[in-house]
């Protein structure tokens, strides 16, 4: 069995923890990187995507394969979905789950078969808050009402946030979390963390955006509460901070700890992207290696706009990376090998992370290798498909058969 060090490697199947390289190809989003004792192969992460298929939070069959292809396609960080800490912080019915023990051996089958193909397995852990008790998106968007209960059997369950406030027009209103509460959250965070080290992740990601839990405590859209963990920047951070110093209690010191921030709200009366730099320093502070900055998804009704494009949202990340000194990655429309590799290599972000267009093409990551470097080289790939794809491309090459 061949180990890989630098580019030249051969993609024979790796043991466990090893990484695979892509090769044939000099390009900066490919060049490993390292955070703490984890050396990721490339600089593309399967940013996390619930499938809303798990049963009683457990995961299946289905999360194997989907996360499993996206280590075969040779993406450097393969994320699990959001993940609850507890069984009323899943967004819906289908969330995973990892608040108890029986979830750790189906989600360590899918650490070790991402890491047995040279990916980093990573899981995204967090809690739903206000935006718990939801329906699958196909369902048609929105909280679960008597209809779900009466045609699938999924009742919608009591939900909890910083302040008693809905999320939108027709969402359940949340209890108001007691410091009880708060201190299971955090115990939860950390007992979550610990099952996640154990299943055999080597990075964890706390969800903090996207309008869920800890993006309820930090956004003044969603936190009117006038006690510690309330009122201006500093009381309406110190969840998010707790958390990061908590989950270091269990998460290893050699192990890359990440969060997920909307570094605005795109909102004027909202979260800004100064405070994002300000909070990114604490979290530095409390053990966090790596910002994953977002944005949105706290308003609920509330109109935004903002200026969608590709890579929307790289600017973010930039700010956050430059202001903060900490690393940093982008996501949000990214589909084009060179846009993405560009943003690598004139250091606007560490990482790109990119969600459908995998979906798309799990191969994504080596058919970037192969439009960035050499078409010809099949290395990278796993050599039950790289063998014959290379012996394929001689064939046709010789006899031009193809462009
Ligand atoms: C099917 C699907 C499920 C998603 N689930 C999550 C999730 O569990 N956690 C999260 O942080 N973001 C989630 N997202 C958002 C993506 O991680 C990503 O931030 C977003 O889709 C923008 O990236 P893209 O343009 O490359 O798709 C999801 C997106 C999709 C398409």
Not at 33 to 42: C, E, K, M, Q, S
Not at 312 to 337: F, H, N
Not at 398 to 403: A, G, V
Request: with cysteine.
């Amino acid at each position: 069995m061949l180990l890989m060090v630098g580019r030249s490697i051969s993609s024979e199947r790796n043991p466990l923890g090893s990484v695979r390289v892509v090769t044939g190809t000099s390009a900066p989003l490919f060049d490993p990187f390292t955070l703490r004792g984890v050396t990721v192969p490339n600089r593309i992460i399967v940013s996390p995507m619930s499938q809303y298929a798990a049963v009683g939070g457990v995961a299946t069959d289905w999360h194997l394969v989907h996360l499993g292809r996206f280590a075969l396609g040779g993406a450097g960080m393969v994320m699990v979905e959001a993940t609850a800490i507890e069984e009323r912080g899943r967004r819906t019915p289908g969330d995973l789950g990892l608040w108890n023990d029986e979830h750790v051996e189906p989600l360590a089958r899918v650490a070790s078969f991402v890491s047995a193909n040279g990916s980093v397995p990573a899981i995204q852990i967090g809690h739903a808050g206000r935006k718990a008790s939801e329906r699958r998106p196909w369902h048609r968007e929105g909280p679960l009402t008597d209809e779900d209960a009466t045609e699938r059997g999924e009742p919608a369950w009591p939900t909890v946030a910083p302040s008693a406030l809905a999320y939108g027009e027709g969402w359940h209103v949340p209890a108001e979390m007691t410091a009880a509460d708060i201190e299971q959250m955090l115990a939860g965070f950390a007992a979550t963390a610990a099952r996640a080290r154990d299943a055999g992740f080597k990075a964890l990601e706390v969800y903090a955006g996207h309008g869920f839990l800890l993006h309820q405590f930090y956004s003044p859209i969603a936190n009117v509460r006038t006690d510690a963990y309330g009122g201006g920047f500093e009381g309406r951070t110190r969840a998010v901070v707790e958390t990061a110093q908590r989950i270091r209690t269990e998460w290893p010191d050699e192990l890359p700890l990440i969060f997920r921030l909307s570094a605005t709200d795109w909102l004027d009366d909202g979260w800004t992207v100064e405070e994002t730099v300000e909070l990114a320093k604490l979290l530095k502070d409390a053990g966090v290696d790596m910002i994953d900055c977002t944005s949105g998804g706290i308003g609920g009704d509330r109109r935004v706009s903002f200026p969608l494009g590709q890579g929307y949202q790289v600017p973010l990340a930039e700010q956050v990376r430059r202001e903060a000194d900490i690393a940093c990655a982008t996501v949000g429309m990214i589909w084009d090998a060179s846009y993405a590799n560009d943003v690598v290599a004139e250091g606007r972000a560490d990482m790109v992370a990119i969600a459908r267009e995998l979906l798309d093409d799990p191969n994504w990551p080596l058919h970037a290798a192969a439009q960035l470097g050499d078409p010809a080289d099949f290395s990278g790939w796993p050599v039950e498909a790289g063998w014959w794809l290379s012996k394929r491309h001689r064939a046709t090459t010789k006899l031009n058969l193809r462009p």
